[in-house]
């Protein structure tokens, strides 16, 4: 299962994707826009947005990008490793 995180802490980018690989996934994480998200996010199963540390137009680019696709997006306001465990173990497991 492919996972795409927007937001988040730059500090937490390595425990995330720990975390992602213990649920036996691949994760791309993007903490801050730099550039464009347009073609980076590709064709993820699940999109994890982390709404209280990224800005209203990196969520809305991320969101247009997979209109059209089977993503499941799921939306957290904490950007803890508990918040992603607790999405993670309601969409993968």
């Known amino acids: 299962m492919s996972i ?19 649920y036996k996934c691949r994760a791309k994480v ?9 073609n980076k996010i590709g064709n993820p199963d ?5 709404t209280n ?5 990196m969520i809305n680019c991320a969101i247009s990008e997979t209109k059209g696709k089977k993503t499941v997006i799921a939306r957290s306001h904490s950007s803890s490793m ?7 173990e309601e969409h993968v497991l």
């Open 82 to 88: 508990t918040a992603l465990k607790s999405i993670l």
């Open 53 to 57: 540390t990224v800005s209203h137009k």
């Open 4 to 22: 795409v995180i927007v937001g988040g802490n730059d500090c937490m980018v390595t425990k995330y994707k720990d975390l992602c690989k213990e």
């Open 46 to 50: 699940l999109l994890v947005l982390f």
């Open 30 to 38: 993007y903490t801050q826009m730099k550039g464009t998200l347009k």
